[in-house]
């Protein structure tokens, strides 16, 4: 009997490859489509799979390997949902599961190896990181989780025996081991029909240590799995967007601050409320300063510039239009970004006249502008205020109306997909 971690043993900083056979052509799902490209939570079960390996930053190479007739289609899928990946490769597979996997091995320039099945989408970071680590420390290993049923051995239809489920474990993925081990397993035992690289590992006679997995990384085989999975997926949200701000350094804020003059001759409309006075804001829009401030602290948040470059002023399309249909443009251009406002915080400087009564219509129109966006705020996450500044300056001289806003955002709730 050998070791890994006699025969190969030590650190490696050469990196980390895993290699996701996708090769599969879907008939337990009865229907031609191959299971990797069906929908969970309105997004491929591939680009699921591959994301958690994605936020690891351990991993150097994410080599997907597909069947000959859907490389092209796999290839395009992950690089539209992943674009500015570089760790990203694609390899076409071969008749069974294991060519597949060695083709996509031997594809690999890492010197760690793991493999995970494209169909375990549910996958988990925390997963990932005790692999990266059993490799780390020069091991062959194997996920899995405990058996926790009683498990009978059954002949002819009757029990025969009850066995002795304490030393019983359900292997999942990902498994691995150094590389130099694990091509060389495969190649001394390519021809036999093994269910996964640990069987194989095996037999080779190398120690294929424990890696604790969970119960929800299931493989997908069943169309009722995907609703399994789904269903895992929507309880585990709450656990995913964190994850997402660790990545990314979340609640991001931006503030916005705008002034009109005020002129006779126009209409005095202040978060789309027409505000009864006798003089109005100058603008090319309708000059709703409170909602140009909106707009901005938004596109502050998101890092999109400013409402002058995506609205100019020179545009006639503008031209007295509704500042809430650009409050919209900007909501979904900050939605795009896989980003939602959290909250608002605005404050109107205006010596005349009373803003206080109009506040309530004002945060209503705000939120109806971002309405069809899932978790956008209500009211209730809409801080709108007023205050004068004592007759000094220019707001206190009334020659104009100042509004200041910050605004914080979050990742959005199905932000999965902007990585
Ligand atoms: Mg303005």
Known sequence: MT???????GS???GIAV????????SRMKDSLPKQFHLLEGRPLLIHTITPFLLETKITEVIVVAAEECLEKTRELCRSAFPEEKRLRFVCGGARRQDSVFAGL??????LLMVHDGARPMVTSAIIKRCCRALEEGLAFITAIPVVDTIKRVEGGLV????DRSDLFRAQTPQGAPGTVLIAAFRQ????????EAALLEKAGVRVHLVEGEESNIKITRREDLRLAASLLSGRKSEVVPQRAAQKTFPRIGHGIDAHRLVTGRKLILGGVDIPFARGLAGHSDADVLTHALCDALLGAACEGDIGKIFPDTDQRFKDICSLSLLTEVAERVESKGLRLENADVTIVCQQPKIAPHISEMKQNLCKSWAHLPGWPAPDRLNIKATTEENMGYTGRQEGIRCHAVALVFPSDSGMTHL
């Open 3 to 9: 070791t890994s971690r006699l025969q190969y043993g």
């Open 12 to 14: 490696s900083s050469g």
């Open 19 to 26: 290699v996701i056979p996708a090769a599969g052509t879907g």
């Open 106 to 111: 031997q594809a690999a320039k890492a010197e």
């Open 160 to 163: 025969q025996t009850t066995l």
């Open 189 to 196: 035992f390519l021809q036999h029909d093994l269910t996964d």
